[in-house]
């Protein structure tokens, strides 16, 4: 009998949180986009918490790396600037946040516009998918408030047979909350940071690939390429993955293979 063609693979990419630390997996991709020409057309899922959150999105949007990168470069700065009359208004961090949202949110609605997360979708929802980690200091979905509790929340496009998907959400809202650092930002729109749970939100991805809510199943042994981009381990990722494949074969990282 013939051998059955393995699926096609089900790629993510995962970005990890990590503040201004995120021109590191930017500067990681700009160079694999060098070395690698269109490799980014095989990603099928793009996942991030905080910063990397704010990379996912835009590279789901269709963006560059580079892009990206200038705008970190220009514009990021101002999101941790704090004036004197903050300074005092919040008795030096003692009755509030260290800085002020205001700029945070301009530079997200600056970069991901008002777009929603179900505008990402494409190739009829296999690719664009985004996955993003935040957590709910406010479950405003309890209607009694006895009964609230702080719960940690993916938001997703992937669409499902119940619409409990995210699709509907504004992306740089979505952006916002998962990079509401606490101690550092306010909360927004009840949410706050979802590094509190999930900095690294590679197991998210995966698991919300086995939602069996998903309109279009997506089966296990198609996910078995996951990228993961962490800041604190950049400077060994290239050695590492050229120690464990042995490096770049056929004009392609080994890792990713196609």
Known sequence: MPKTPDPAPYRILSIDGGGLRGIIPLAILENIDKAVPGWRSGINMYAGTSTGALIALGLAKGMEPAAIMDVYLRKCGMIFERSLWEEVTTLDELTGPKYDSTNREDVCHGLLDNARLRDYLSDDGSKGNVVIASFDVDDRMQPDPAKRRWRAKVFHNLPTVDGSDDGGEIAYRVAMRTSAAPTYFGSYDGFVDGGVFANNPSMCAL????????????????????????????????????????????????????
Do not use: F
């Open 207 to 258: 698991a919300q690939t086995q939602d069996r809510r998903l309109k279009t199943a997506i089966p296990p042994s198609r996910c078995r390429r996951c990228a993961c981009c962490r800041w604190a381990l950049a400077p060994a990722i290239r050695i590492s993955m050229a120690r464990k494949t042995g490096g770049w074969r056929s004009g392609r990282p080994s890792w990713w293979t196609y």
